[in-house]
């Protein structure tokens, strides 16, 4: 615990909580702090001038990360014939119709994104309570019902992150590994920031994004400046 401690005072060490770091600075202050073994996931979180208990003020979206997330994601995709052979050409690491159903059905999730061809819907409708509350729910408005069944698993496989905004008015997602170096994770984070705007919805009232933050997995929270989320 000592040790644990010590680290976790060490990476806090010379940060000011209430100033708002320009975002490659707070990048470059994530990176040089990180002291674990592994490759910590950087996180964004944007608190939103909305209340999501109001249909029309629901912000949800996805956003293709310009240089992908670092992380392996598995794919599941729920179709049959000609589809279900073209999701697994295109990598897909789960394919199925019925047999797939039965098995999230049971509790069987061995995969971190959903997709479904509108045909499979009344079939994948019955997993909305084993699905729903994980986030993996398939939904038109984030691509995951779809024909193109090719281009989703792609996305899914390459740096698509899906957002939703939480009850508290917090839209948060990973925007990639420590690793990165600070452009590239620069970029995905303005990606991610832009998605969100574009994604405003119109009973939205007064400041949309009111605080933005940056973390890693075993990191500080950083407070950013806003103005700086967008490229120069």
């Known amino acids: 615990m000592a040790k644990i401690a010590k680290r976790v005072s060490k990476t806090r060490e010379g940060i000011d909580p209430n100033k708002a770091y320009a975002l490659g600075d707070a990048l470059k202050l994530l990176k040089d702090r990180s002291s674990v073994k592994f490759d910590e996931t950087v996180e964004i979180a944007m608190n939103l001038g909305v209340d999501p208990r109001h249909a029309?003020?629901?912000?949800?979206?996805?956003?293709?990360?310009?240089?992908?997330?670092?992380?392996?994601?598995?794919?599941?995709?729920?179709?049959?014939?000609?589809?279900?052979?073209?999701?697994?050409?295109?990598?897909?690491?789960?394919?199925?119709?019925?047999?797939?159903?039965?098995?999230?059905?049971?509790?069987?999730?061995?995969?971190?994104?959903?997709?479904?061809?509108?045909?499979?819907?009344?079939?994948?409708?019955?997993?909305?309570?084993?699905?729903?509350?994980?986030?993996?729910?398939?939904?038109?408005?984030?691509?995951?019902?779809?024909?193109?069944?090719?281009?989703?698993?792609?996305?899914?496989?390459?740096?698509?992150?899906?957002?939703?905004?939480?009850?508290?008015?917090?839209?948060?997602?990973?925007?990639?590994?420590?690793?990165?170096d600070v452009k590239a994770l620069e970029e995905n984070v303005r990606a991610f920031a832009d998605a969100v705007n574009k994604a405003k919805p119109a009973g939205a009232k007064g400041n949309y994004v009111k605080k933005v933050s940056v973390t890693s997995t075993m990191g500080p929270g950083l407070k950013l400046d806003v103005s700086t989320l967008t490229a120069s």
């Open 56 to 180: 029309d003020q629901m912000v949800r979206g996805v956003v293709n990360l310009p240089n992908g997330t670092g992380r392996t994601v598995r794919v599941a995709v729920f179709a049959r014939g000609d589809k279900a052979e073209e999701a697994k050409a295109a990598g897909a690491d789960i394919v199925g119709a019925e047999d797939l159903v039965d098995i999230v059905q049971k509790g069987t999730i061995d995969f971190d994104r959903c997709i479904a061809t509108p045909d499979m819907m009344p079939l994948v409708g019955r997993l909305g309570k084993v699905l729903g509350p994980r986030g993996m729910m398939p939904n038109p408005k984030v691509g995951t019902v779809t024909t193109d069944v090719t281009a989703a698993v792609k996305a899914s496989k390459g740096g698509a992150v899906e957002f939703r905004v939480e009850k508290a008015g917090i839209v948060h997602g990973g925007v990639g590994k420590i690793s990165f």
